[in-house]
């Protein structure tokens, strides 16, 4: 008789571990669901929707384009999904992949420029004020401390 209610305990302990694995599952699932939600929520903050007609600039995979060739593609966007992807067209015509919006960013079309004469260290320069660093259209060989 003994015997018979020590087995009867230890079915029970072992109920009681599954039911306590079975509800930490259940409340690991929910922490998941809530950090997928945050992170929506912070990319849709950080990559706004692109309208259509809207101007972007696509990264070319190093694979696909030759030593001389442009690292971006400037193209138009077309259409976009249900899912929020979008349907991006060229010069050429439209691209055949559909992108994210991370992808594919907004495209100002607008150069930063500043002509310093030296070290552009201080607020007076262009690039610098707009946390831009100088490039090769500003100045040619003047030693710059902004690149």
């Known amino acids: 008789m003994l015997v018979i209610e020590k ?7 072992l109920c009681s571990r599954t039911d306590a694995m079975r509800d930490q599952r259940e409340s690991a699932k929910t922490g998941l669901e809530k950090q997928a939600a945050k992170m929506l929520a912070l990319s849709q903050q950080k990559l706004p929707p692109i309208k259509v007609g809207q ?21 138009v966007v077309l259409s976009v ?30 150069f930063v420029i500043c002509h310093c004469k030296r070290y552009c260290n201080t607020k007076r320069c262009n ?10 259209k500003c100045h040619n060989s ?3 401390k902004n690149k």
């Open 81 to 110: 999904n249900e899912s929020g992807l979008y349907k991006l067209g060229t010069k050429k015509g439209a691209l055949e992949r559909i992108y994210t919006s991370a992808l594919s960013s907004g495209s100002k079309q607008r």
């Open 127 to 136: 690039c610098r004020s707009k946390e831009v660093l100088c490039n090769s």
């Open 55 to 75: 101007n972007v600039v696509v990264k070319v995979p190093d694979v696909d384009r030759g030593r001389l060739a442009p690292r971006n593609v400037l193209a």
């Open 7 to 13: 087995k009867v305990l230890l079915i029970c302990s």
């Open 142 to 144: 003047s030693a710059c």
